[in-house]
């Protein structure tokens, strides 16, 4: 059984930039969720996809999007880049609201 | 904001004593989770109570949940250097949407 990854480990953008996070989920999850994690805070609640579609979002502006693919990967993409971006970005994958198995994450520093 | 909310922020202990961390929280809830984070990395899920559960153990985890005062409680026994970590409480909103606190860091001196 295969965990869940994300793609890049580590990134470093400037200010205004895009951004493109990429995560495989567990072979067998049809949901995955994003959250965004600042350094000494808990994880926050991004959006969820449920078999491709936004089942849910947390209260980022519209500069976070996302995208859930057939085979049930995921891209979390973020416009216009600000310094208050920067943070370990989590995605998790579950079979509906079950049990999340989270990703290494990916840590963004906004320059 | 957060729904739930560790105490105490940190925690630091030597091998072998016990660890407890509490969580509070402010809606009902279906059930609550305990994760836990190794130095800022993916993080792994530890435990998951139920609303009409008062006590779970897995281990050396003991957790409680009193639903009256919306609060939890995480105990670590007989800890080791290994358990050293950042521990999160996470409740389900609106059936999607898992809210965290902001952690626990407990320290475990060898």
């Known amino acids: 059984e295969t965990g869940v990854t994300q793609s890049p480990t580590h990134l470093i953008k400037t200010r205004g930039q895009q951004v493109t996070l990429r995560c495989s989920s567990q072979s067998g999850h049809n949901t995955v969720s994003w959250y965004q994690q600042a350094l000494g805070q808990g994880p926050q609640f991004i959006f969820q996809y449920y078999r491709e579609e936004e089942n849910g979002r947390g209260n980022f502006p519209p500069r976070f999007s996302g995208l859930q693919f057939p085979n049930y990967s995921s891209e979390l993409n973020v416009n216009a880049l600000e310094l208050d971006d920067s943070a370990l970005y989590l995605c998790?994958?579950?079979?509906?609201?079950?049990?999340?198995?989270f990703g290494p994450g990916t840590r963004l520093t906004v320059l | 904001s957060q729904q739930g909310e560790e105490d105490p922020q940190a925690l630091s202990i030597q091998e072998g004593e016990n660890a407890t961390m509490n969580c509070s929280y402010k809606?009902?809830?279906?059930?609550l989770q305990w994760y836990r984070q190794n130095s800022g990395r993916g993080l792994v899920h530890l435990i998951l109570?139920?609303?009409?559960?008062r006590e779970k153990h897995s281990g050396r985890l003991r957790v409680t949940l009193d639903t009256s005062k919306k609060s939890s409680s995480l105990l670590i026994t007989a800890s080791r250097a290994a358990d050293t970590a950042s521990y999160f409480c996470?409740?389900?909103?609106?059936?999607?949407?898992?809210?965290f606190g902001a952690g626990t860091r407990l320290f475990v001196k060898a």
């Open positions: 998790a994958s579950s079979l509906r609201s079950n049990e999340q198995f």
């Open positions: 809606t009902s809830i279906n059930n």
């Open positions: 996470a409740t389900l909103s609106g059936g999607f949407k898992t809210i």
């Open positions: 109570i139920r609303s009409n559960e």
